[in-house]
């Protein structure tokens, strides 16, 4: 099912998602980064986090696998719910949570990026929302935070052509802080993570606190939106068939309904 690893490295919490071949983000991993979260947050001496992901990804997404356990809409809006709450909580949080990027953040794992305060990339790596290509949507907030990050506009575009963009580009859009080479996107993020948590730690908190108050005051509505979508869509025959093409290793054949 995966694991999430936690380690303080000099006052910055490392957690690493180790779930192979491609980091899924299973219900199970979901449930453990929130308790490596509750472990953070009574360590005083943590005053950054870093998040990365083990082997060739960040995180490829959600384990699309457990989505044919659930039954019915309120199944899917409910796990919608979660997830959004969770990523609510990581965006909320009382310390900086920086994310190193390599390889691909898709779905599931680039809304959890995006809740993330500060995103570090490689040049080649691959982000983006695929969902629509298994006839569902994003359910963690996508829809709400790729807007803030890279406007209206081209979040339509990679919202419902579910084409990744690569790390150069989401630094350019400001989806991204920084794009750097191959195999150093763990160490600037360290880096970074380093400098700020040789700040004093009310000054951190302060920040954390502040800075949210930027935010519009419809982003709650958003999500519970998307929530309700998310578990209205999952009753359709496009998300069954998608998510079965998925499985099978095969190009869906939707019917738009």
Do not use: W
């Not at 910055?12 to 991993?29: E, G, R, W």
């Not at 991204?176 to 763990?186: D, I, L």
Request: aromatic share 6%; with cysteine.
């Amino acid at each position: 099912m995966g694991t999430l690893t936690y380690e303080l490295n000099e006052n910055v919490a490392v957690l690493t998602i180790q779930s192979p071949p491609a980091n899924a983000l299973s219900s199970t991993l979901l449930k453990d980064l929130d308790e490596k979260l509750d472990e953070i947050e009574t360590d005083n001496n943590a005053k950054a986090v870093l998040l990365k992901g083990e082997g060739k990804f960040f995180s490829a997404g959600a384990d699309i696998k457990e989505f044919t356990s659930l039954q019915n809409a309120s199944d899917y809006q409910f796990l919608s719910e979660r997830g959004q709450k969770l990523f609510d909580r990581v965006e909320n949080f009382s310390i900086p949570v920086i994310a190193a990027i390599h390889g691909a953040a898709l779905g599931g794992g680039l809304e959890l990026a995006m809740s993330c305060h500060i995103r570090i990339v490689t040049e080649s790596a691959k982000l983006g929302l695929p969902e629509l290509t298994l006839g569902i949507i994003p359910g963690f907030a996508g829809t709400q935070r790729l807007p803030r990050y890279v406007g209206s506009a081209k979040a339509y575009e990679m919202i419902l052509s579910g084409q990744p963009i690569s790390g150069t580009e989401a630094a350019q859009l400001g989806l991204a802080n920084h794009a750097v080479g191959e195999e150093e996107a763990h160490e600037k993020a360290m880096k970074l993570a380093t400098v700020i948590a040789a700040k004093s730690k009310p000054t951190i908190n302060s920040v954390m606190q502040l800075i949210p108050y930027a935010k519009t005051s419809q982003f709650a509505d958003g999500v519970r939106e998307e929530a309700k979508t998310f578990g209205e869509i999952f009753g359709s025959n496009d998300a069954k068939e998608g998510v079965q093409a998925f499985i099978e290793k095969r190009k869906p054949n939707f019917k738009d309904k």
